[in-house]
Nanobody, 122 residues
């Protein structure tokens, strides 16, 4: 069983930054970040492919968020800059067993973290 442990959420003012971390147990997976705001469906934020480290971002976060990883520690990060109130959500780390140069589809993630709250005040 894979365990994903997230950390780094919190309260920040608009324009500020936060860095989320997700440590995965076991083997290396394709990793991604999703978020869910109150009353809204969960949405994709950013992800790495399993092979080649190809990245993909949601249009709403391009240029502001950066996904990175420490393969030796099986940890993925999400650096969030220029945060906006609309970024407020619970952020979830996810891992996929898909082995591909492509980022997994949103329905191809097999393991999920417990979520970490990010709140951006205006």
């Amino acid at each position: 069983q894979v365990q994903l442990v997230e950390s780094g959420g919190g309260l920040v003012q608009a324009g500020g930054s936060l860095r989320l971390s997700c440590a995965a147990s076991g083997r290396t997976y394709a990793m991604g970040w999703f978020r869910q705001a109150p009353g809204k469906e969960r949405e994709f934020v950013a992800a790495f492919s399993r092979v080649g480290g190809i990245t993909k971002y949601a249009d709403s976060v391009k240029g502001r968020f950066t996904i990175s990883r420490d393969s030796a520690k099986n940890t993925v990060f999400l650096q969030m800059n220029s945060l906006k109130p609309e970024d407020t959500a619970v952020y979830y780390c996810a891992a996929s067993r898909v082995v591909s140069y492509s980022v997994p589809g949103n329905d191809e993630y097999d393991y999920w973290g417990q979520g970490t709250q990010v709140t951006v005040s205006s």
